[in-house]
Each structure stands twice: as C-alpha cells, then as structure tokens.
C-alpha cells in the first residue's frame, strides 16, 4: 500500500526567506508525486508534479520540489516566502497508470504554512 | 487547465433530510470522478469513485445507501447524502480525471461544499 507522511503540522517561516515543507512517501514501484495548496473553504489547487525527468520539478507561484529517490522524500520548497502562500499545503501519491486503482491519488495529512510579516 | 465546479458551494440543512451535490467538469469529459471528505484540519479522505455509466466503488467504511453517488454523464456526477446527520457535516471535495493522453490522467479539483447539518 501506497503511504505519504508530512511530518510537520506547520511550519512558521518570516516573509521574504526560503521555505520548506516536507513529503516522504512509500510506494512500491516509481510513484507520480503531486503538491496542492488549499486554502480556506476552498478546494485543491494543483501547484507541481513530478512523473519523470529532472529532479527538480518548478510550479506555479514560484514552487519548486526536489524529488529524491533514494530518500524518498519530495520537499516543497520556495526561496522567497509571501504572505499570501500562507495555506495547506498537501502532498500526494499515485502510480503510475496500468494498475488497479492507479488513478487514485493518496494524501499526506497536510501542513500549514503560516508566512509572518 | 481543466476545470472542475462544485455546486452548491455551502449548504445548511436540518437533521434527517436529504442533500445533493452535483460536481461538473466544464471544459473536458470526464469518465471517471471521485468524491472526498475532508473534516476541519484533516487531510482529504477518499470516499468513493464514480465511473460514468457505471456503479460507483466505495472505500471501506463509506456507507453507500448514506451516500448516493450518481455518474449520469461524462461531464457530471453527483453525491447525494440521504437522512443527513450533524455528523455529516463536512466539507465534500470533488475531483475528475482528464481524458487519457492529456495530463497523464491528472485530477482537478472542484473548490468544495461546506456542508452543515443542524
């Protein structure tokens, strides 16, 4: 079974430096890998994936994650934090196609990030 | 992108009624949609998968006479919550699937339904 952790339930971090939020997962076979942001009373907004290629992948709003296989970890990162990214941030799981249920998507629980002025 | 709606976006009602939420893909055709719950500063909890045309396949645990899901077309399903609870209320997240080779089957996500029940 296919399993995503996020360690943090938040993380704090000052306007204007970098941030990181953390995703270590646990699959078996080579896993896509998906961060979405949420924020309040509001669905899912896709921020980057990875699927294959460069490890390092580059999303929306200045987002970037590093996939590392042999950690199997896929941090969120951004160099430079506004206050507006202050949100859920979720990381999830899935495999690739071909497979039963491979179109399901497995959540970590989510961290917030609060970005202080 | 693909756009995903949800409709209504909040919705109260008394206890022992019923409640439908319909989720549209706009621009696409979706053959598959899902439906989550997420309760507050929870992570999102797959409750079912609906296939047009089809049955839909609940997880474990999910009540399937509770909750109704109905996948009449390829651009929208719906959840119905029949002799709704306060223990119900939640927030209900849809998502449907791209048409193969565009993606990579990607899901997008509608922006949810704040349900209340009194």
């Known amino acids: 079974a296919q399993s995503v952790a996020q360690p943090e339930d938040q993380v704090n971090v000052a306007e204007g430096n970098p941030l990181t939020v953390k995703c270590t997962y646990s699959v078996s076979g080579n896993p896509y890998l998906f961060w979405y942001v949420q924020y309040p009373n509001r669905g899912l907004q896709f921020l980057l994936k990875?699927?294959?290629?460069?490890?390092l992948v580059k999303g929306s709003y200045g987002f970037e994650a590093e996939f590392n296989k042999s950690q199997t970890s896929f941090h969120l990162k951004k160099p430079s934090a506004l206050v507006s990214d202050s949100a859920l941030y979720f990381c999830a799981v899935r495999l690739p196609l071909g497979g039963a249920g491979s179109y399901q998507l497995t959540f970590g629980k989510g961290t917030k990030l609060s970005v202080i002025p | 992108g693909a756009v995903v709606s949800q409709h209504p976006s909040r919705v109260i009602c008394k206890s022992g009624t019923s409640v439908k939420i319909e989720c549209r893909s706009l621009?696409?055709?979706?053959?598959?949609m899902f439906w989550y719950r997420q309760f507050p500063k929870q992570s999102l909890m797959l409750m079912a998968t609906s296939n047009e045309g089809s049955k839909a396949t609940y997880e474990q645990g999910v009540e399937k006479d509770k909750f109704l899901i109905n996948h009449a077309s390829l651009t929208l399903s719906t959840l119905t919550v029949t002799s709704a609870h306060p223990e119900d209320s939640s927030f209900y997240i849809c998502?449907?699937?791209?048409?193969?080779?565009?993606?990579?089957?990607?899901?997008?996500f509608g922006p949810g339904t704040r349900l209340t029940v009194l």
């Open positions: 990875y699927i294959t290629g460069d490890n």
């Open positions: 998502s449907a699937i791209s048409p193969q080779g565009r993606n990579n089957n990607e899901q997008f």
């Open positions: 621009d696409f055709q979706a053959t598959t």
